[in-house]
């Protein structure tokens, strides 16, 4: 009985097999506890005499493992009788072994599967310790390939009592010893990936006598678990994909390699369930071949899976579109966050994007209480930094290629996301152990400023995915890349001043004080006119410059005013990538601009927040336009339609439509300030906050409107009260005001007859049901084409026009609907 080592077959998998593990031992009369310690490079699924242990899946879930490999301890003494016992486990290659990025890399942290599994009995008098070391045997199993981006075959003809007693072992060879650094293994800090939720089909499309296309109605990550009967031999394949073609077959360019298919070899005889343990699919479709007979969808169902987290934020409001488009970014987190905060969860990626978490983790933290996730990830971002000298781009990082200089936006998470995580929870351990990792940071970025303090060497992202850049130029938007590292770099200096200001390191505080306004001064030298004109003259420059204090009060109403006017041009189309979309609103509230902030919310013509929703997405989108109006997807390669970075507005929506704002770092002093308008009858932001429920919400009956506001034990809040300019200063419990509107307030942003027809077309629906009224009225005209040209005109004007009688009525009521 020796301490456990890593263990392995003798040959790399190369692919194929998963690797089977056992060792029989004895339990003597008396056990008082048994405890099992377990993790592998790949990952496992563990058994006690062929009981599978635990819930977690796809464990350990992926971490910097050369850093920190994630153990799973198991209390097992239940598990255990007197007399022979056998410890299993079936590991696949999972991220420690298969292919990994476009670039489909094998091997990125070891040439093979391996298994750690010290289990311990503890009796009255001794504890006897069964490591995994050399006496344990290797085998093969069911599961003849498998990986991440591959999937899994799985043939249960195979299947045996390999983790049970008594079971001939005469095919199997002893273990080997593999080298792994002992030191790595953390425990108790990286929270598992559990199943969450089960989706049954919403529809079944029969394409051949024994092909389907079954639909989910929802962009999940996870697999399909089935119940099939049939003769032994028969092979089911799955294919899965996001989306469809239009002739209804599966369109799987957004998975690029990822070759996503469960293919399950049938045992035959009574009824079989399986699912996946090895793979994971970004899907919403599947594709199955080769079912036996008629498929009833009760033996289907998508098994969600994600990072275990408790869902601490809601938000709902009388508009379905902004519904959808707020569940669609909730769903985009889960199905991405599963064991790291990734880029998407489909394609040949997966990859712990620095930047897409960046962008998206003031919502994320709203959401969901992201905590034990984020400082396991954080904890991995600060060992690979100390250990290369740079943030990676992508944490845990295997890419090769990296970005030569810290990038704004992705390298600043190091920076912004611990700045994020302590204004929400209020935890300073979480500034501290981060704090040298910040200054590392900003002492690279420090070197490459010019003697002005402007940083304009060196690669930058810029604002990434602008829909305006060219194709083949992600990076190459309106905006000038290093305007974008300036202004980012405006905001992270002062994160890093109050960080150690807070902390109690005064100098420190006073240089990156220092810093700051240089870095400012310098932008403003650089980039804007005296009366707050902004180089560009872009949505994202100007949304930078404001959101981020770099103008000067006296600018602030010129640049929004610009700013206001640049939107209005693009019709309330969205022009922003990454950088600028999570800060665009923000600035229009901060200078006043309230109405044209709704009409980008709630403009549905592509590029636009709502043109997905309007196009059946269940996500967010990577690109505003990763499938296009006519239904095919944009043929740059790079359109996932899971991707949470554009879903960062969500932030936005709790704060200024619902108007719950946190002031103080863990909600210790809240705002509430509730913005009613865009047509909107009632909206409602509720949150889990450290110190309890906290919420906003809005009603308007008419011009009567109701505001209500709940504040937790231990915060006090200030309630401006939407309309009449008074605010109260209030303790912890719930507040309610009714009172009345001007009513031409309580109508803004509603449509009217005499609303423009540009107003109107942003609301798609409502403009849906204005065409058939007048296509009803002059049936046989274009109508749509006829429009393009009098956008500006009111709708009344052209109402005067059509003799049809009644219409003005019909148009009214048209308008009107759909508003609850
Ligand atoms: C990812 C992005 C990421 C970007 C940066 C892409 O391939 O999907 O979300 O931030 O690369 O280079």
Not at 107 to 116: F, I, Q, V
Not at 147 to 176: K, V
Not at 282 to 297: K, N, Q, T
Not at 679 to 703: C, I, K, N, P, Q
Request: hydrophobic share 40%.
């Amino acid at each position: 009985m020796a301490e456990a080592t890593f263990i392995s077959a003798a040959h790399p998998s190369q692919g194929g097999p998963a690797t089977y593990f056992r060792r029989s031992f004895d339990v003597a009369d008396g056990l008082v506890r048994a405890s099992l310690r377990v993790t592998a490079l790949g990952v496992f699924k563990a058994y006690l005499n062929g009981s599978r242990l635990g819930e977690d899946v796809l464990a350990p879930t992926w971490t910097s493992y050369r850093h920190r490999l994630h153990v799973t301890t198991h209390d097992v003494t239940a598990a255990l009788a007197a007399g022979e016992n056998v410890l299993g486990a079936a590991v696949g290659e999972g991220w420690a072994v298969g292919p990994l990025s476009w670039d489909m890399v094998r091997e990125n942290y070891s040439d093979r599967p391996a298994l750690y599994a010290e289990l311990t009995l503890e009796y009255p008098d001794r504890t006897e310790i069964v490591g995994s070391d050399e006496t344990f045997l290797v085998g093969e199993g069911p599961v003849r390939e498998n990986g991440i981006y591959l999937g899994e075959h799985y043939d249960a003809r195979l299947e045996s009592a390999w983790s049970e007693p008594g079971f001939d072992t005469r095919d199997w060879a002893p273990a080997q010893r593999l080298e792994w650094d002992l030191d790595a293994l953390v425990e108790g800090e990286v929270p598992p990936i559990r199943r969450q939720q089960e989706l049954a089909p919403v529809s079944i499309d029969r394409r051949e006598p024994s092909r389907v296309i079954v639909d989910f109605g929802q962009v999940v990550s996870g697999w399909v678990r089935f119940t099939v009967k049939g003769e032994a031999g028969r092979e089911i394949v799955l294919r899965h994909a996001e989306l469809l073609t239009s002739d209804g077959e599966l369109e799987r360019e957004t998975l690029r390699k990822a070759e996503s298919i469960d293919t399950y070899v049938l045992r035959g005889g009574r009824s079989e369930t399986w699912e996946p343990a090895f793979t994971f699919h970004g899907f919403r479709y599947v594709e199955i071949s080769g079912w036996p007979g008629e498929l009833d969808p009760d033996a289907l169902r998508a098994i969600v899976i994600h990072t275990e987290m408790a869902r601490t934020g809601s938000f709902d409001t009388s508009h379905a579109l902004l519904n959808r488009l707020h569940e669609n970014t909730v769903w985009s987190m889960r199905g991405n966050f599963v064991g790291l905060p990734t880029d998407c969860p489909q394609r040949d990626e997966r990859l712990g994007w620095t930047g897409d978490l960046n962008a998206f983790a003031p919502t994320a933290s709203y959401l969901y209480d992201v905590r034990p996730l984020l400082r396991s990830w954080l904890a991995d971002l600060r060992a690979e930094q100390a250990e290369t000298g740079r943030v990676p781009d992508t944490v845990p990082n295997i890419l090769t290629q990296v970005m030569p200089d810290p990038t704004a936006l992705w390298s600043d998470a190091a920076i912004s996301l611990p700045w994020q995580l302590y204004q929400q929870y209020g935890d300073e351990r979480i500034l501290d152990e981060s704090y040298a990792s910040m200054v590392a940071l900003m002492d690279q970025i420090e070197q490459r400023l010019d003697d002005g303090g402007l940083w304009s060497r060196g690669f930058q992202l810029g604002d990434w995915l602008d829909p305006d850049a060219p194709a083949d130029n992600p990076a190459g938007g309106k905006t000038e890349a290093h305007l974008v590292a300036q202004a980012y770099l405006c905001k992270t200096t002062r994160e890093l001043a109050a960080t150690a200001r807070i902390l109690g390191h005064r100098a420190d505080a006073d240089r990156y004080d220092a810093l700051s306004e240089r870095v400012r001064r310098a932008f403003r030298e650089e980039y804007v006119s005296p009366r707050g004109r902004v180089t560009n003259e872009s949505a994202t420059a100007y949304a930078l410059a404001i959101v981020f204090d770099i103008l000067d009060d006296d600018q602030l109403a010129h640049a929004g005013n610009r700013l206001a006017a640049i939107i209005a041009k693009s019709k309330f189309t969205i022009r922003t990538g990454f950088a600028g979309t999570p800060l665009v609103t923000d600035a229009l509230t901060k200078t006043g601009h309230i109405d044209p902030a709704y009409r980008l919310l709630l403009q549905t013509t592509c590029p636009s927040f709502l043109y997905p929703v309007t196009q059946g997405a269940t996500t967010i989108w990577e690109r505003w336009d990763s499938v296009l109006p006519d239904g095919t997807v944009n043929k740059t390669g790079m359109t996932s339609l899971n991707h949470y970075a554009l879903g960062a507005v969500a932030d936005w929506m709790h704060r200024e439509i619902a108007g719950l704002q946190r002031v103080a770092p863990g909600w210790s002093r809240i705002r509430i300030a509730p913005q009613p308008g865009g047509g909107l009858a009632h909206a409602r932001a509720e949150l889990e906050t450290v110190r309890g429920t906290a919420s906003s919400a809005w009603r308007l009956d008419g011009a009567t409107l109701t505001v209500e506001a709940v504040i937790p034990e231990g915060s006090t809040a200030e309630i401006a009260l939407p309309f009449t300019g008074e605010s109260h200063e209030v303790e912890a419990g719930t507040h309610r005001w009714t009172y009345e509107i001007d009513p031409a307030d309580a109508a803004r942003g509603t449509l009217t007859i005499d609303s423009t027809l540009n107003e109107i077309v942003v609301d798609h629906e409502a403009w849906q049901r204005v065409l058939a009224v007048l296509q009803g009225a002059m049936p046989g005209i274009p109508i749509e084409a006829g429009l393009a040209h009098i956008g500006d005109q009111p709708l009344s004007a052209l109402i005067a026009q059509i003799p049809a009688e009644g219409i003005a009525a019909r148009i009214t009521t048209a308008l009107q609907n759909g508003e609850s």
